[in-house]
């Protein structure tokens, strides 16, 4: 082989271990920036999460991550808990990497990719996304205002099917959530809205939301959860410090009051 020819095979190994990220035995698809960024802050970006997952998840649970991204939490909790995901992700560019991260960790059997948006109604419309990226966030199903309540004027427009949690689980005869995490940018209060069921039911043990406690619809929920049975944790193992002094969004995380 030419010294040309090897230099340029050499590339393309180098290149191909370079995509994938190995985070505490668990393999991530990183060949773009923000999905190795992901990767390698697995367990430091949000440790309130991480917490979460590791006091509550039990093996044999099933863990609904809404607005997974490209997975990493989905596929951190069938690994380290031994629980049964299903993680829904609307956008096509975190999909793909969703997948393959699932594929990555032999998981297919464990962890289940949905490409839909949980909202209050069944409905056709588009996920207004902010950049055709991997690893992006900051996308809104239906109107385009972002997690800081404002409105942006998307890159694209991706068809997509909207659907109530409440009616998901019913319809397709899903198995029952013991925990849900929502992550959606903004469609928070319209995801909640849809899961009025789900909330009532104690076989739902827990929850880990993101909100803007500024925007008045997102303190509100705190409050539709807590009077459906759920108490608030405020242990320090659940508080991202460093995400609340830069910024009024973050994490809250709810348990049935009888915990």
């Known amino acids: 082989m030419g010294q040309n020819r090897f230099l340029s095979a050499l590339h393309f190994v180098s290149n191909e271990i370079d995509t994938i990220v190995e985070v505490e035995n668990i393999k991530f698809e990183a060949g773009d920036q923000i999905p190795h960024h992901r990767a390698k802050t697995l367990m430091t970006k949000e440790p309130d ?45 975190n999909y793909g990497v969703l997948n393959q991260n699932i594929h990555l960790n032999a998981l297919s059997g464990q962890v289940t990719a949905l490409c839909l948006a949980l909202h209050n109604k069944v409905m056709l419309s588009h996920l207004n996304v902010s950049a055709m990226l991997p690893g992006k966030a900051g996308h809104s199903f239906e109107n385009p205002v972002g997690a800081g309540n404002t409105v942006f004027e998307p890159s694209f427009l991706q068809g997509m ?15 029952f959530p013991n925990h849900v995490k929502i992550d959606v940018d903004a469609n928070e209060p319209q995801v909640v809205s849809g899961m009025k069921s789900l909330l009532s039911d104690s076989r739902l043990k827990s929850i880990a939301i993101e909100l803007n406690t500024d925007w008045s619809k997102h303190a509100e929920i705190i409050e539709i959860i807590t009077a459906s049975g759920f108490r608030k944790l405020e242990d320090d193992r659940y508080i991202n410090h460093a995400y609340r002094a830069l910024r009024p969004i973050s994490n809250h995380f709810f348990v049935r009051a009888d915990t």
């Open 49 to 93: 999460t991480i917490n979460w997952i590791d006091d509550f998840i039990e093996e044999g649970d099933i863990f609904y991550d809404v607005g997974a991204n490209i997975g990493v939490f989905s596929v951190y909790a069938a690994m380290r808990k031994k629980a049964k995901v299903y993680a829904f992700e609307p956008l096509a560019a």
């Open 161 to 175: 099917i909207g659907i109530p949690m409440d009616q998901f689980v019913r319809t397709y005869d899903a198995p």
